[in-house]
């Protein structure tokens, strides 16, 4: 009997330990729940304003901290061929005015950088023209076909048959692919 007794033990402790999940089990789980995430669209926040007004976020909320200089930013991408991680500032030049799908930035020396959305999962402001922009995310240089300048020339309001007879060749840009933005009044105003 008392051999019945410890075995019965014995099974239950057993049975116990084995419907316990190991920690091996729950690596693994959560290695293959990252990857899963990882190949999925990047979900963005709604759109929001600050307290008093003096800015608007988009994407991945993003703060002014760590923004380097549009010359620290050039001389880098010419040395790299592309600058990922990296924060920004410049003029609005110019906004899609459909959805507020991209946007053109000035930088210094009269260089602009076309930004457009990563995933297009956010838009900014139609009206953020002639305001400043704090961009997060990848700088590198591009070849714009013709179809996508004319595009873009008819989102800013041109007519089709004038974009057509003005942008005949593809022109090499400055591209950036932001995952956050900042937009606020010029300083002043």
């Given at each position: 009997?008392?051999?019945?007794?410890?075995?019965?033990?014995?099974?239950?402790?057993?049975?116990?330990?084995?419907?316990?999940?190991?920690?091996?089990?729950?690596?693994?789980?959560?290695?293959?729940?990252?990857?899963?995430?990882?190949?999925?669209?990047?979900?963005?926040?709604?759109?929001?304003?600050?307290?008093?007004?003096?800015?608007?976020?988009?994407?991945?909320r993003?703060?002014?901290?760590?923004v380097?200089?549009?010359?620290?930013?050039?001389?880098?991408?010419?040395?790299?061929?592309?600058?990922?991680?990296?924060?920004?500032?410049?003029?609005?030049?110019?906004?899609?005015?459909?959805?507020?799908?991209?946007?053109?930035?000035?930088?210094?020396?009269?260089?602009?950088?076309?930004?457009r959305?990563?995933?297009?999962?956010?838009?900014?402001?139609?009206?953020?023209?002639g305001?400043?922009?704090?961009?997060?995310?990848?700088?590198?240089?591009?070849?714009?076909?013709?179809?996508?300048?004319?595009?873009?020339?008819?989102?800013g309001?041109?007519?089709?048959?004038?974009?057509?007879?003005?942008?005949?060749?593809?022109?090499?840009?400055?591209?950036?692919?932001?995952?956050?933005?900042?937009?606020?009044?010029?300083?002043?105003?």
């Amino acid at each position: 009997m008392k051999v019945y007794a410890y075995l019965l033990v014995l099974s239950l402790a057993l049975a116990a330990w084995a419907c316990q999940p190991s920690e091996q089990k729950t690596e693994d789980v959560t290695e293959e729940k990252t990857e899963e995430v990882t190949e999925e669209k990047s979900a963005y926040p709604a759109d929001s304003v600050a307290a008093d007004s003096s800015m608007s976020f988009h994407g991945f909320r993003i703060d002014g901290e760590g923004v380097i200089s549009s010359e620290e930013a050039l001389a880098m991408l010419e040395e790299k061929g592309e600058l990922a991680g990296i924060k920004v500032a410049g003029n609005v030049d110019q906004v899609c005015q459909m959805r507020g799908c991209w946007m053109d930035m000035s930088l210094v020396e009269g260089k602009q950088v076309h930004v457009r959305f990563k995933d297009y999962g956010f838009f900014v402001p139609t009206d953020a023209s002639g305001k400043i922009a704090i961009v997060e995310g990848r700088l590198y240089a591009d070849t714009v076909s013709v179809e996508d300048i004319r595009h873009k020339a008819e989102d800013g309001g041109m007519d089709p048959e004038e974009a057509a007879k003005k942008y005949t060749e593809p022109q090499a840009q400055l591209a950036f692919e932001a995952t956050g933005v900042i937009i606020k009044d010029q300083e002043g105003k």
